[in-house]
């Protein structure tokens, strides 16, 4: 904690903003790593996550794109027709807008691993 900050202060709406798109990816990517994925179900899966997502309140928008190429390179290696999902399967947009404050988050594979991060944060400080 910085030196003159007050450990009292009620948070920014921008920064309960960033907190619940926080919320959002955990929420998405606990609730649904594991699940079974092949080429035939990614795309009702990935409606599935934007819409159970979307349901979480303050939440605005899920974008949930499959990455069919490492999809199908896991499963060239696999000896079934399907695997479990994986942050690497996924890119993954999500909007919060929180009392006039709008937060863009998005999740990428990143030097081998699913990041998750802050786009933008816009509106009212």
């Given at each position: 904690?910085?030196?003159?900050?007050?450990?009292?202060?009620?948070?920014?709406?921008?920064?309960?903003a960033?907190?619940?798109?926080?919320?959002?990816?955990?929420?998405?990517?606990?609730?649904?790593?594991?699940?079974?994925?092949?080429?035939?179900?990614?795309?009702?899966?990935?409606?599935?996550?934007?819409?159970?997502?979307?349901?979480?309140?303050?939440?605005?928008?899920?974008?949930?794109?499959?990455?069919?190429?490492?999809?199908?390179?896991?499963?060239?290696e696999?000896?079934?027709?399907?695997?479990?999902?994986?942050?690497?399967?996924?890119?993954?947009?999500?909007?919060?807008?929180?009392?006039?404050?709008?937060?863009?988050?998005?999740?990428?594979?990143?030097?081998?691993?699913p990041?998750?991060?802050?786009?933008?944060?816009?509106?009212?400080?």
């Open positions: 904690m910085a030196p003159d900050s007050d450990p009292n202060s009620t948070p920014t709406d921008a920064e309960a960033c907190f619940e798109a926080g919320i959002k990816f955990g929420s998405l990517y606990h609730q649904f790593a594991g699940t079974p994925i092949s080429p035939e179900s990614a795309p009702s899966l990935a409606t599935a996550i934007e819409e159970s997502i979307e349901n979480q309140p303050h939440c605005t928008e899920v974008t949930v794109d499959v990455r069919d190429d490492e999809l199908a390179a896991a499963l060239a696999a000896t079934a027709d399907y695997t479990e999902l994986t942050g690497r399967f996924l890119e993954v947009e999500i909007i919060v807008e929180y009392e006039g404050c709008e937060v863009v988050t998005r999740m990428e594979m990143e030097d081998g691993y990041l998750m991060r802050l786009e933008s944060v816009r509106g009212r400080e």
